[in-house]
């Protein structure tokens, strides 16, 4: 099961509900199954995020680690736990974010192969006003192809992600998934 994750086309994010200090995230598939747990360490200086097979957190799939400690254009560094190679990362468009959230997501050597954006400017101006309102982005390679999509759904009290990645997405799942957890972990956050 342990590379299952990534190979899902559906799955969900889900906030755990009581946990007092950083964040943890169920992933469950289509049919409700538990898939993985994502856990962001509480009181470290840099953002760091480890995503694992279960909540016994036995064995760990992705390390997603902030480069710098305050970084208005935050950058993430996505690293395979069982090899310890950097898969890419994902870095934040400071003031563009502002208005509607865009990230660049670039492979193992920094170079640019997709872009994270909210689908729409009118919906993102709107849940800065009224953080309850959901959102959802686009995830579109450079060159063209399938994109994946990462919708909010409606809760004023779970926070939950719901990822499509088509098939003939062309884009590393792991990258994929990594940056889905990157934005239920920073957008949850801001409700």
């Given at each position: 099961?342990?590379?299952e ?12 509900v009581?946990k ?5 995230f ?5 049919h409700?199954?538990?898939m ?6 509480a009181f470290?200086?840099?953002e760091?995020?480890r ?6 957190k036995?064995?760990e799939l ?13 950058a993430?560094d ?10 890419g990362?994902?870095?934040r ?14 492979d ?14 009118g ?5 800065r006003?009224l953080?309850?309102?959901p ?5 579109a ?6 994109a994946?999509?990462?919708s ?7 926070y939950?992600?719901d990822?499509?990645v088509?098939q003939?997405?062309e ?5 994929v ?15």
């Amino acid at each position: 099961m342990t590379r299952e994750l990534f190979e899902l086309s559906d799955y969900t994010l889900r906030r755990k509900v009581f946990k007092l200090l950083g964040a943890g995230f169920h992933v469950k598939d289509a049919h409700d199954r538990m898939m993985g747990y994502s856990e962001q360490k509480a009181f470290k200086m840099r953002e760091d995020v480890r995503v694992f097979t279960d909540e016994s957190k036995t064995e760990e799939l992705v390390a997603i680690r902030a480069r710098k400690i305050i970084d208005f254009s935050s950058a993430y560094d996505v690293v395979d736990s069982e090899t310890g190679v950097k898969v890419g990362g994902a870095r934040r468009k400071g003031f563009t974010s502002m208005i509607r959230d865009t990230w660049e997501v670039f492979d193992a050597d920094d170079r640019p192969i997709a872009k994270l954006q909210e689908s729409s400017a009118g919906m993102a101006m709107l849940s800065r006003l009224l953080p309850i309102v959901p959102q959802t982005f686009t995830l579109a390679p450079l060159g063209g192809g399938a994109a994946a999509t990462m919708s909010q759904r409606f809760n004023p009290f779970v926070y939950k992600l719901d990822v499509h990645v088509p098939q003939s997405c062309e884009l590393d799942r792991r990258l994929v998934f990594a940056v889905a957890v990157l934005i239920a972990v920073i957008e949850g956050r801001q409700e």
